[in-house]
T-cell receptor, first 118, second 111 residues
């Protein structure tokens, strides 16, 4: 596609429920990132994929959070037993370069999925 | 660990006035530095970036930023604000880690 696509754009769920957020990156981009943006804060890194594998998942807050990218393209962020504190905008980004030392590091962001946990 | 600090969560300027958004970073190694802009209900968009070479970098929409290693700063400027510049601006740094963002500065432009 022309840009990074994220679905759903809005998700309202109840505490304790399971949610999945999907990211469709720019075609050909090998690197994919998930960030979380809480109200009044900058985006916080969650996890980064290079191809199909998670190259860095140090930002995942706990084991309720998991992400996959089985075919090296679309990625799904999965949150189990949601809590009210998980409410945030979840941002996905992709880039051509990858690794710890990219040439330019330009990330292209989607519009985000707003998650509200009641 | 690296960090990014943006001074001022909200900056308000008059249309036609100078825009100055401040960013300081902390990193054990020279980082790559970025400014992103986020318009209402839109995704983050890259304004400009510094990797190596010339320390004054120009971006889109008339914005520019200067990397000052001695001050560990990467302030964003624009000579003359336009109403369409009203948005949230994020400074970010990357050095051996994924991109780290500051908390953002909301720019308001008054007619």
């Amino acid at each position: 596609g022309a840009g990074v696509s994220q679905t759903p754009s809005n998700k309202v769920t109840e505490k304790g429920k399971y949610v999945e957020l999907r990211c469709d990156p720019i075609s050909g981009h090998t690197a994919l990132y998930w960030y979380r943006q809480s109200l009044g804060q900058g985006p916080e890194f969650l996890i980064y994929f290079q191809g199909t594998g998670a190259a860095d998942d140090s930002g995942l807050p706990n084991d309720r959070f998991f992400a996959v990218r089985p075919e090296g393209s679309v990625s799904t962020l999965k949150i189990q037993r949601t809590e009210r504190g998980d409410s945030a905008v979840y941002l996905c980004a992709s880039s051509l370069e990858g690794g710890a030392h990219p040439l330019s590091g330009e990330l292209f962001f989607g519009e985000g999925s707003r998650l509200t946990v009641l | 660990a690296q960090s990014v600090t943006q001074l001022g969560s909200h900056v308000s300027v008059s249309e036609g006035a100078l825009v100055l958004l401040r960013c300081n970073y902390s990193s054990s190694v020279p980082p790559y530095l970025f400014w992103y802009v986020q318009y209402p209900n839109q995704g983050l968009q890259l304004l400009l970036k510094y990797t190596t070479g010339a320390t004054l970098v120009k971006g889109i929409n008339g914005f520019e930023a200067e990397f000052k290693k001695s001050e560990t700063s990467f302030h964003l400027t624009k000579p003359s604000a336009h109403m369409s510049d009203a948005a949230e601006y994020f400074c970010a740094a990357k050095a051996n880690t994924p991109l780290v963002f500051g908390k953002g500065t909301r720019l308001s432009v008054i007619a």
